[in-house]
């Protein structure tokens, strides 16, 4: 489903319970995380409402490079000729999506939480069961500012990944990917969080790196999973805090 403008020139494309966005400009548009398979007819049907060709498409920004964010990178890439680009330490991970680090066990979740057995259920129907990877990936820079459309300016996150990264846009939005989300995918809790043990690299790295993102002051966060917060992004760390790993 596309959700028009939820901050000035950002357009949220949600299915299967993992967002991407696209962020458009007088240059173009840039595709922020590339979902699951399922997302290729929608990602085509999204640019055609907001007037826009697939040629229109200059630049995949992954804020990192788990199964469920790059479902259509290659086809991007290689369909496209769109450049891909990601952290240098989620490299091997875009080309090998399924070999993520994680704490803890994944197979306790759906007894723990039995909730969130639908919401895993809807992503193995988006395609998360066969992703395939893509390589060829250009180095994103913390601190950089990316000469794509929307300008983003690159946030460093680690700890949902080792080389997660959120970007930061101009008019106080930020685009958070998984390193603070509204939806935790594998417990089907809701409100401001990192996301469980079950795909997350190191939780506490993660907690740590609230701090990069409450540094930047944004009103709106646009996360990876879940609806938009628009109550500000230290309310959002504030709630983050409070509810820990899971």
Aim: aromatic share 6%.
């Amino acid at each position: 489903m596309l959700h028009r403008n939820v901050a000035e020139g950002v357009h949220r494309l949600e299915h299967a319970y993992v967002n991407c966005y696209l962020i458009e400009d007088d240059d173009g548009v840039t595709v922020v995380d590339a979902g699951l398979p399922a997302f290729w007819p929608l990602l085509g049907r999204a640019l055609r409402e907001l007037g826009h060709r697939p040629r229109d498409v200059r630049a995949l920004v992954l804020t990192h490079a788990h199964f469920d964010h790059v479902g259509v990178a290659r086809r991007l890439q290689r369909r496209l000729g769109v450049p891909v680009w990601a952290h240098e330490r989620e490299h091997y991970l875009a080309a090998h999506p399924y070999r993520y680090a994680h704490e803890n066990v994944r197979a306790i979740y759906p007894l723990r939480y039995p909730h969130d057995i639908k919401l895993l259920a809807a992503m193995a129907r988006a395609g998360a069961l066969w992703v395939r990877g893509v390589r060829d990936t250009r180095p994103l820079e913390p601190g950089t500012t990316l000469d794509v459309p929307g300008r983003p300016q690159v946030i460093f996150t680690p700890g949902h990944t080792f080389g997660h990264c959120a970007l930061s846009l101009p008019r106080g939005v930020l685009v958070s990917g998984d390193a603070l989300v509204t939806l935790d995918p594998y417990t089907a809790r809701t409100g401001p969080r990192i996301i469980a043990g079950a795909a997350t690299a190191d939780s506490a790295m993660a907690l740590r790196s609230l701090d990069a993102l409450a540094a930047t002051g944004a009103q709106v966060v646009l996360p990876g999973h879940g609806e938009p917060w628009t109550d500000g992004v230290e309310a959002a760390v504030a709630h983050a805090r409070a509810a820990g790993p899971a």
